[in-house]
Nanobody
Framework: QVQLVESGGGSVQAGGSLRLSCSAS????????MGWFRQAPGKEREFVAA????????DYVDSVKGRFTISRDNAKNTVYLQMNSLKPDDPAVYYC?????????????????WGQGTQVTVSS
């Protein structure tokens, strides 16, 4: 079992930045590909970013490329999502995800472990 706890959400003005963190316990994070998803009210949960177990490969949804950066520190069992140039389209609850099968990390129905989510609000 893996327990994931997100932090760092909050409210910022458009154009601002936030850094989300996801701390894991229960098993070593290096066994898993890690991802971030988001879900806005009335919408499905969508993939945002993913990073390989080693950290040498990352992937992003087109809408956040160039603005968001995913990273991980396996020694600290923590994954980060640096969000810059936040837009009015970005507000949602952001979820951290862990999945041992890297080919499935973009697919919310295949994710093994989820965090509880952290709210991000962007004001214009």
């Amino acid at each position: 079992q893996v327990q994931l706890v997100e932090s760092g959400g909050g409210s910022v003005q458009a154009g601002g930045s936030l850094r989300l963190s996801c701390s894991a316990s229960g098993r070593t994070l290096s066994d898993y590909a890690m991802g971030w998803f988001r879900q806005a009210p009335g919408k499905e949960r969508e993939f945002v970013a993913a990073i390989s177990w080693s950290g040498n490969r990352s992937d992003y949804v087109d809408s956040v490329k160039g603005r968001f950066t995913i990273s991980r520190d396996n020694a600290k069992n923590t994954v980060y999502l640096q969000m810059n140039s936040l837009k009015p389209d970005d507000p949602a609850v952001y979820y951290c995800a862990a999945e041992a099968r890297p080919n499935y990390i973009r697919r919310p129905t295949k994710i093994a472990y989820w965090g509880q989510g952290t709210q991000v609000t962007v004001s214009s």
